[in-house]
């Protein structure tokens, strides 16, 4: 088994995730941005709408592989470590939210932003509890409990959505129980109202994308990154794809709902894509092409969070009507090559950015880990 090009194929489907990340949340908006890098307005599928799931999947590949370490551990150490973790994970995702801390009243004087009005699921949130769930899952009860789990909660949420309510976007079992749980003030309110696409329901079946990752990791500790795995790879994916179109036909493919379809949909293209890279990835002393994304598959989390640090503070101040945000596009970018090249362009080069700053950290050998 050709271990140290296993480890850097996924390393280099993290970097390039997160690179794709980058991009696709610095789009301008509808209008001036391509629409395969918008999220879909409901039902469908986009790229961009790959992306968080694939981030989860390789959370559960990561684990695959760090869980070894805990073998000889005493169950409350592995515990402990887990939650910790989690806990870490999540704190970092409810204070980017909560960040820059400072906002402006009705008379436009600077305030501190409340607590009481601070989102508390999202992105990160999600892969913390994703992180935490399926880790108990796999140290309690193994592959077994982790393919049960899978099954039931993919069947079980189907049944919670169609039972009540319906697959539209206000009347939803999920948007119900996050304003019953967490209230409307501590929801995403970026479609204008109080909907959550990280809510509490709609993380169930995103577990299963760790699962999945996990359960893809362990096959290749196992089996090895032969020809046959990839082609397993392949054949497993186009049959998650398959089966998704299907059940579409009855509940519909959706991210922001995270339908079971949807789950089924992205690990087959999560297995697609990570089998082609297993076999063009090269060794494990090639640099070559890869390098680039494992520099960003190396310090992840700082990166993500330094990301969406930078453009909170963008969108933050104004120069004229406009934020810096829209302002840099506006001059720098669109009137030289176009509004949605530009758009493009401009949160390439901002990902460029980033990409320093992870390529610095490298070159110290500073890894900021969880």
Known sequence: MRTGQRFRAIDVLRGLTLALMIVVNMQIGP?????PLLHSAWNG???TDVVFPTFMFLVGAALGLTLEKYAAADNTVVIRKIATRTALIFLCGYVLYWFPFFT???NGQLMFAPLSHTRIL???QRIAIGYGAAALIVYYLGRTGAIAYAVSALLGYWWLMYVFGDYSFAG????KLDKLVLGEAHMYHGEGVAFDPEGLLSTVPAVVNVLAGYLTALYIRDHGTDRSTSVRFLLFGALCVALSLWWNLAFPINKKLWTSSFVMCTVGIDLGVLAVLIRVVPQERERRWTYFFEVLGRNTLFIYLLAE???T???SFYIGRQSVFEWLHAVGFAPWAGDEPGSVLYAV???LCCWLVAYALDRKRIYIKL
């Open 313 to 315: 503070l963008l969108e």
């Open 309 to 311: 640090a930078g453009q």
């Open 349 to 351: 080069a901002y990902m």
């Open 45 to 47: 599928l986009t790229p």
């Open 122 to 124: 999202g992105v990160l």
């Open 104 to 106: 402006t009243d009705t």
């Open 31 to 35: 209008g001036k941005s391509y629409t």
């Open 172 to 175: 939803n079992a999920a948007i």
